[in-house]
């Protein structure tokens, strides 16, 4: 364990996953992302990333089930229901003007509610920073996810351009602070993996105030 | 409430106010009320910066004005440059000091930038061990408010924040991470760090 807490006992093959996907962000998905930026309309990208949110809250109802809070499955449930049919299939966010706005989780944080430990760092390829618990999650979340077993196959194509659209139009949206990190810091690998691990315990509310930095922590004579 | 002073607090802070006569922010005693009041002032600050339409260099010089002001530079660089700064002279902890401030308001300028058209908003205010933390809201168009907290201390004899974190982010773990970093890089060497430092961000 370093100062900040990170485990990171596969660090050459994660540094090695890490110069890949710097090089396939470079060469296709910041263009990609650019282009799509120029091409189509704000309010048509919040609509793709509302549908593909929208197809997500199935599984967050299963996950929070899981966790044993019902309010947040309740949550989801209401969710998929209003905007599948409101939001028309889900390119309106019908149920955040109403007051129920997104939560989304995933199998990596019913493992932590369950007791699992955050393991070791990993980045996975295309996909990006995560950890051996949280990786393990996204196996799971792919079998569990109650629309695979319901869609067939002509369903799930239209299903998986959604997801890659929106992850395009997640790469544009925050584009400038995405560049920031992968290409003007010093090693974007460690400063990934440190945005990463602080967000993720952020989310899943493990930051404590033990770990807050002290005013007091270090002389400051001369500076 | 308590009374704003006791006797003796008041003396000292007569005394403390003969000798600091310039103080900007001539902070009392800190205590929730004054640390929200110190955020809620920057916050001010910085939304009047977003939604004055100017050019990113001159938000920036704006941004840098406010963080020099707002914020306890010397203990958010010394933290950056964390075990190094013991071998820090006193002219190269002063440079550090310089470049740093100027780099961190062009690099959280920037991304203040992408507040335009949103605001940040303070919510409440907490003591944490000998600070408080000022939590704010962030909303921006088209998506989820987020948290943005400041931690605020009178180490220095005057409210200040001192560290910063957006969504469980914190600023001085992430730029001790980056300026150590460009010293691995430099084979340790200060001098050469703090010139790179002048273009970074």
């Known amino acids: ?223 | 409430m308590a009374p704003l002073f006791s006797r003796r607090s008041f003396i000292a802070t007569a005394s403390a106010t003969a000798l600091m006569p310039a103080l900007p922010t001539a902070a009392f005693a800190l205590n929730e009320a004054t640390a929200k009041g110190l955020v809620e002032k920057l916050v001010q600050e910085i939304n009047k910066v977003i939604a004055s339409g100017k050019s990113e260099t001159a938000m920036i010089g704006d941004f840098e004005r406010i963080f020099k002001r707002y914020s306890d530079t010397s203990y958010i660089a010394a933290y950056a440059m964390g075990v190094d700064g013991r071998r820090a002279s006193g002219a190269q902890k002063k440079a550090f000091s310089t470049a740093f401030t100027a780099y961190v308001a062009r690099k959280y300028g920037k991304r203040f930038r992408e507040f335009i058209g949103g605001r940040l908003e303070v919510q409440s205010v907490k003591k944490v061990k000998s600070f408080y933390q000022v939590r704010t809201i962030a909303y921006l168009k088209g998506e989820s408010p987020f948290e943005v907290d400041f931690h605020v201390s009178d180490r220095t004899g005057k409210d200040l924040f001192f560290n910063l974190y957006i969504e469980g982010i914190n600023m001085l773990l992430t730029e001790r991470e980056e300026i150590g970093a460009m010293l691995d890089r430099r084979k340790g060497n200060i001098d050469q760090m703090i010139t790179d430092l002048k273009k970074a961000g």
């Open chain 1, 1 to 223: 364990m370093s100062d900040a807490g990170v485990y990171d006992p596969h660090e050459p093959t994660n540094r090695a996953v890490h110069r890949f996907n710097v090089g396939l962000d470079r060469a296709v998905l910041r263009p990609v992302s650019k282009g799509y930026d120029a091409v189509v309309p704000d309010g048509v990208q919040t609509m793709v990333g509302n549908a593909s949110d929208n197809l997500g809250e199935p599984s967050n109802l299963v996950n929070r089930t899981l966790q044993g809070d019902l309010r947040g499955a309740g949550v989801a449930l209401y969710r998929f229901v209003v905007n599948s049919t409101v939001g028309l299939g889900g390119i309106y966010d019908v149920a955040a003007e109403f007051g129920v706005t997104a939560d989304d989780t995933d199998f990596g944080e019913t493992l932590h509610t369950w007791g699992g430990g955050e393991g070791a760092y990993v980045e996975l390829p295309v996909l990006g920073p995560s950890t051996t618990r949280d990786a393990t999650g996204r196996v799971v979340d792919a079998v569990l996810n109650p629309l695979s077993t319901v869609m067939n196959s002509d369903q799930k194509t239209p299903r998986t351009s959604l997801k890659v659209a929106d992850r395009v139009g997640s790469r544009a949206r925050y584009g400038d602070t995405l560049d920031s990190v992968l290409y003007e810091s010093t090693d974007s690998y460690s400063q990934t993996q440190l945005l990463y691990l602080q967000n993720r315990r952020f989310e899943l509310g493990i930051e404590n105030e033990d770990s807050y930095i002290d005013p007091t922590e270090i002389d400051t004579e001369g500076f």
